[in-house]
């Protein structure tokens, strides 16, 4: 829920809150419900509130505890937060609400930095210390909130968007080219800290940042898990894990029920958002509301999978909502869901998160989502290929099946002066493969991907996507203790069954077997895979545009030839080039850069 901003100024003067009233403004669409302002001294802090537990002015933000000397802004839910305040209580605190944001504050007066280690949840958290003038800042383990941070030589400035960072003026907007490497090689995943942007880096997840009045900052990263067996499970059979698996993913889909507001679900017909819903059925979830997107079909594609998502509807009784979109509606979504992300996100799934989420907010405020299962259980196709190439071999192994494009095919793509040396995504993985665990070259794989990848694309479209309609996303297969398991699971139980194997086994009990069986599927959007009419023409209109000449970001000889044959360039899995590239250009545009 919600979208947080505020300002730390370093130099003596007092926070500019004119900037951080505008960084505010730019969140309404995260929260809706309510607005709040603080400020004292060196710091503001600012808050746009969506409604989701304690609906009244009690639970609102910025949230001040003069007793404890404490002030926090959160945007997120903490699911345990009933069991903490218990704890909480019964050590001698005093609650004023029944928020969650309350018991993050006392939380923190409890247990310093590592209250981040009692939170089951999602969130993006600023705490002020009154007295000691400290500023600390925090992700959740699996960065499902998200946290930008500019900063100069006077002050730093942080917000749940990019864009509310661009509100509050003053930031670098020169392109990070590192970035723009990772954008057009690294399957458009720019790691954190870097965003596209020079002057703004986003707060990695599971990251606790402690900032003192003078600017100097300490980072501990809490968890990290390293996807290695444990001693006690070395006996564990297949169906041992799918028992422990369906345990913990029962108390994943029951904690994020946890609202004074209706829970609805995102059902795609596809195996995770299917199980969602038939868990919550086995719950006793009565008059549950569900939602399917589809699209008109193009370039030979179908545009939906009503067939599937009406299945699982009617085999649990839901009250399902089949939401049918005409391609003529497609052109002005894509300009709004580029204005709702925060970093350029090529996904077509963006748009169609986008008009769902639209759609889905007018009849609830919470939905849970499928999003996470095949990264943490090995859902898609690139893993079955890597689990016979040895440790020693997987950074140039991954490379070849996850990258859009080598490094030496960027020079056709990127002008000169736009262009780096070095590799930096192959850089990037094979650190990243070098940290210590991750036995296998799948596990390496999947721990890349559900730490990273899954953060910085999946994750985050679903977060700028449903927030953009002031619409809270809960996604039960980023438990953190779920994805700790499944992270300890040999990978041969995952990759059964052409992936997902332990979810599979687990589904056999709860599912029709034609959902378990049926090819993998996704949110399609024809009319952005296969370019033509009126998408295509704002694509030509944004590469043509004086700004994108100007910027003079691409050779001039390869957009010609891609407009000239829009879907023929592909990347190595398949998304068409000429949509990554003016995405890219469109979004710039967009933010007036």
Known sequence: MCGLSGELRLDGQPADVVAVARMTAALERRGPDGVGLFSAGPVALGHRRLKIIDLSERGAQPMTDPELGLTVVFNGCVYNYQ????????????????????????????????????????FAIAVHERDSGRL?????????????????????????????????????????????????????????????????????????????????????????????????????TALDWRDAVAERLRVAVRRRMVADVPVGVLLSGGLDSSMIVALLARAGQAGLATFSVGFEAAGGETGDEFHYSDLVAKHFGTDHHQILVPTEALTPAVDAAIDAMSEPMVSHDCVAFYLLSQEVARDVTVVQSGQGADEVFAGYSWYSPLDAVPRDQAVDAYLRVFADRAHGDLAAIIAADHLIEGDASRHFVAEHFDHPGAETTVDAALRIDSTIMLVDDPVKRVDNMTMAAGLEARTPFLDHELVELAAACPPEYKLASGGKGVLKDISRTLLPDEVIDRPKGYFPVP?????????????????HDPAARERGLYRPEWVAAALDAPNDLRTNLGANSLWQVGLLEMWLQAHGI
């Open 83 to 122: 069991e903490l305040r218990d704890e909480l209580t019964a050590a001698g605190y005093r609650f004023f609400s029944g928020s969650d944001t309350e018991v993050v504050l006392k939380a923190y007066h409890r247990w310093g930095t590592g209250f981040v280690d009692h939170f089951a949840g999602m």
């Open 527 to 543: 009319a952005i895979r296969h370019l033509s009419g009126p998408i295509l023409e704002r694509v030509a209109a944004a590469l």
């Open 136 to 236: 600390v800042l925090a992700r959740d383990r699996l960065g499902i909130k998200p946290l930008y941070v500019s900063a100069d030589a006077h002050r730093i400035r942080f917000a749940s968007t990019l864009p509310a960072l661009l509100a509050g003026g003053g930031v670098d907007t020169e392109l990070d080219l590192v970035a723009l490497h990772h954008y057009l090689s690294f399957h458009a995943i720019v790691p954190p800290p870097r965003t596209i942007l020079r002057g703004v880096r986003k707060l990695p997840q599971a990251t606790v940042r402690v900032i003192e009045p003078d600017g100097t900052s300490t980072d501990k990263v809490y968890w990290r898990p390293d996807f290695t067996r444990r001693p006690e499970q070395a006996g564990w």
